[in-house]
């Protein structure tokens, strides 16, 4: 609880004008939050820059008056700094790739451990937006592309727990996939690097 009240006041400081405060946030944090970009980039050149880049969010967020104090000042950085790191491995495109050759090589099986850390940073990404989006559809929508996706249940298993017929379990998949569509096409959104 310390933490959190001397990150607010530090805030509220910076904000008020006291550009010290917002070294003492950088200083105080400095290590966590270079430790987990490192971790995630394993180079301390791109981690240097992703920190630098991170800060200059903080401080135009700040700045602009739109950060939401809630006492969670570092989670929120290292929210910034996760996307920014996603930015990094999307614009660099260290996807893995697969040619589509026919001979079969064993070395491109193998994979390397930053590629499937970077991997699954941008699958978390596209899995936290995409439940951000499902909470927008209708509740019987929403229940029965949960039951299908998340819990794989066949649409006679839905059928009997939502206590409706199979063909109507299959219409309200149909049309959350449809709503689903609409709503990421009215929100810009990207779900694929």
Do not use: C
């Not at 009240?5 to 105080?28: C, H, P, T």
């Not at 099986?109 to 499937?116: E, S």
Request: hydrophobic share 40%; glycine share 4%.
């Amino acid at each position: 609880m310390e933490l959190q009240i001397n990150d607010s006041i530090l805030v509220k400081q910076f904000i008020d004008g006291d550009e010290r405060a917002l070294e003492a946030l950088i200083n105080k944090h400095n290590k966590r939050i270079n430790g987990f970009i490192y971790s995630k980039v394993g180079d301390r050149e791109v981690t240097e820059d992703i920190f630098q880049d991170t800060f200059m969010k903080v401080i135009r967020t700040l700045k602009r008056g739109t950060y939401n104090e809630e006492g969670k000042f570092l989670p929120w950085v290292m929210r910034i700094a996760h996307n920014l790191i996603i930015d990094h491995f999307r614009k660099t495109n260290r996807m893995p790739k697969f040619d589509g050759s026919d001979s079969f090589s064993i070395f491109s099986m193998i994979g390397d451990d930053k590629l499937n850390i970077e991997k699954q940073l941008i699958k978390d990404q596209i899995n936290s937006e995409l439940s951000q989006l499902i909470k927008e559809l209708p509740k019987d929508q929403q229940e029965v592309l949960e039951m299908r996706i998340y819990k794989d249940m066949s649409f006679k298993e839905i059928s009997d727990n939502t206590g409706v017929s199979i063909n109507t379990a299959l219409g309200r998949m149909r049309y959350a996939l449809i709503n689903l569509r609409k709503i990421i096409e009215e929100h810009n959104i990207v779900l694929t690097n």
